[in-house]
C-alpha cells in the first residue's frame, strides 16, 4: 500500500465516516490523517510506506498504551475509548506476522548470527530487525521470543 493510496483510503473512509455521522470513526481518522500530514511536513517529501505504516503503528501502540494506564486506574470507560480507536487504525495495518513465521525467522537470525546464548542477543536481533521492516509485529514480543530462543541455545 503506498501512500497516496493510504491518504486516499483515510480520506474516503473520513468522507464515509461524516456522512454516516459516526463520530468515534470521524474522530479517529481525523487524528490519524492529522498524523500523516504532519510526518508529511516533517520529512518535507511524500511518505514512503514504510513511514505511512509506521505512523499507523505509532498510533496505535500510543491507544493501546493508554488503555492499559486507563484500565490500571479505574477509568474503564476511557480504556474502551482508546481500544475502539486502536481498532479502527488497526484497519489500516497488513496483517500481523503469525506466530510460526516469527519463529522461522528467529530460528534463521540465530543461526546466521552463530549465537550460543543470552550475551549474544544484540547479533541475534541486528540479524532479525530489517527482516521485520514494515511487517506487523509486537516488538515486546520479538524480544521476549530471542531471549526465549537464547536461553534454550
Do not use: C, H, W
Not at 91 to 96: G, Q
Not at 132 to 151: E, I, P, S, T, Y
Amino acid at each position: 500500500m503506498t501512500d497516496a493510496t493510504l491518504v486516499a483510503r483515510v480520506n474516503a473512509d473520513l468522507a464515509t465516516a461524516l456522512r454516516a455521522r459516526e463520530q468515534e470513526t470521524l474522530g479517529t481518522l481525523r487524528m490519524l490523517k492529522s498524523a500523516l500530514t504532519n510526518k508529511r511536513v516533517e520529512v518535507m517529501r511524500d511518505l514512503e510506506d514504510r513511514e505511512a505504516l509506521q505512523v499507523v503503528t505509532t498510533l496505535v501502540k500510543q491507544r493501546k498504551d493508554s488503555a492499559t494506564q486507563f484500565a490500571a486506574a479505574g477509568r474503564s470507560e476511557l480504556a474502551e475509548k482508546e481500544q475502539r480507536e486502536a481498532a479502527i487504525l488497526e484497519r489500516y495495518l497488513p496483517a500481523a506476522l503469525d506466530a510460526s513465521a516469527l519463529a522461522a525467522l528467529i530460528d534463521q537470525a540465530v543461526t546466521e548470527s552463530g549465537a550460543t546464548g543470552p550475551k549474544d542477543m544484540g547479533k541475534v536481533m541486528k540479524v532479525l530487525m530489517p527482516r521485520l521492516a514494515g511487517q506487523v509485529v509486537d516488538g515486546k514480543a520479538v524480544n521476549d521470543q530471542v531471549k526465549a530462543r537464547l536461553g534454550a541455545a
